[in-house]
């Protein structure tokens, strides 16, 4: 089993910046990749951006390309998400989710969620 806990978020004004981190434990060597999901009220939970455990491969969701950033720290077994020029639309709660087998999509691991509001 993998556990992750979020953490980071808040209440920020639309133009700021946020990082959340990701704090993985338990089987962190089965981890192949780690992902930010987000999902805000009436909305159907969404991608935001994903990274293989080696870092090498990024994805990001489209809205968010060069302003959200996504990174890690192996020997803290820590996953980041630097949010900068934030947005009203991307208040949502986010949630962390590890990915454990290359050969499926599907995450398998998810944290609790942190909340990220943006005001106007």
């Known amino acids: 089993q993998v556990q992750l806990v979020e953490s980071g978020g808040g209440l920020v004004q639309a133009g700021g910046s946020l990082r959340l981190s990701c704090a993985a434990s338990?089987?962190?060597?089965?981890?192949?990749?780690m992902g930010w999901f987000r999902q805000a009220p009436g909305k159907a939970r969404e991608f935001v951006a994903s990274?293989?455990?080696?870092?090498?491969?990024?994805n990001y969701r489209e809205s968010v390309k060069g302003r959200f950033t996504i990174s890690r720290d192996n020997a803290k077994n820590t996953v980041y998400m630097q949010m900068n020029s934030l947005k009203p639309e991307d208040a949502a709660v986010y949630f962390c989710?590890?990915?454990?087998?290359?050969?499926?999509?599907?995450?398998?691991?998810w944290g609790q969620g942190t909340q990220v509001t943006v005001s106007s």
């Open positions: 338990g089987r962190t060597f089965s981890i192949y990749a």
């Open positions: 990274m293989n455990w080696s870092g090498i491969n990024t």
């Open positions: 989710a590890a990915r454990g087998n290359r050969n499926s999509p599907d995450y398998n691991y």
